[in-house]
């Protein structure tokens, strides 16, 4: 079946929906066993979702976990109450004192907080890797490495990584590669075609998509899965079943929007690649994206989420550009149906190995489901602001 008669079906077992469309929304701590036998085949069978205790899942969270490891791939999905603890679950499933953790430069900026603080505290090791550096990666192993950790494209950078290089090194030294495929949603790339073990995704992005509920989930293959389930479960992670409707409902339409993102985006990153003010586009579509050929090799398309530089700017200028868009509005949790901006003058801090300080200010856009020639409309007139600014 292709994607999108997937994303229709994904999930809805009759065994959780009855016979309604959707599943029903289970609110619910306690689940109630009637007699002995009934309690030991849940205690039994609870990870193969039998109704056991609340924070094991119910009905909703069944089927939302069955549709997103059918959609994502691997074996099985498991939830969180947003992105960020999901990636913290993934790494403190795998992770011990004394290990080594091979980290990409370009990463998510509060998961190299969480390694530099929380893992560090633990005494877990992170040496962080160039996003480019594909094979090359089997120079920086150490005998104590157990994680090669992804995300494609870099956070705000847009570089992409060389996953299935980077993945084949690691198998023959049994570390386990995960991703952070919350730029690939469901659409985009498929981590498990690619030699992912672990895949992550901020769902509070394009799987809800409608900024309205924060959530996360991580796929594992077989081989980790039950360590990855027994180990967010000691951990005592999970996730309201309001939030997981939401996320459910955003699969539905999930391939739909993604189509309208990525044309409307396309358009507007033309668009600026033909303005006198920008430098580089840092569109994975785009030549000036480091690793275009990649992405073209391995991803299905692409989302709503780019950046772009400018060939020079202070803070005046772009807090002119910034503070005169209409539609386009300042904030981080990109993905839902709203255009969104926001700048990065400089990436002190959020990078060891490449500061990008030989560029002019970049500035991330997201672009939401507005008329793109609106959006068009809008970046033209802001950028009238930022040239007197200058
Ligand atoms: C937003 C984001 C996260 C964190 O997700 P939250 O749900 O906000 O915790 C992680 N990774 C990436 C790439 C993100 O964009």
Redesign the pocket.
Known sequence: MKKDTKIVHAGRNKKWTGQSVNVPVYHTSTIIHDTVEDLKFAIKNFKNNAMYYGRRGTPTHFAFREAMAELEGGHGCLVYP????A?NAALMSFLSTGDHLLMVDTV?G??RVLCNTVLARMGIETTYYDPLIGGAIKNLIQDNTKVIFT?SPG?VTMEIQDIPAISKIAHQRDIIVML?N??GNLICFEPYKHGVDIS?Q????YIVGHSDA???TITASEKYWDRLYDNSFYMGYTAAPDDINLAMRGIRTINARIKQHEESALKVATWLSGRDEVDLVLHPAFTDCPGHDIWKRDFNGSCGLFSFTLKQGDGKAITALLDNMNLFKMG???GGFESLAMSFYNLKGERTLNLWDNYGPLVRLHVGLEDADDLIEDLDQAFEYFNNAL
């Open positions: 947003c992105g960020l603890a990636i998510y509060p998961t995300e956070s952070d919350t730029w992550i901020a769902a509070t992005k924060m959530l996360g981080f949790s990109w």
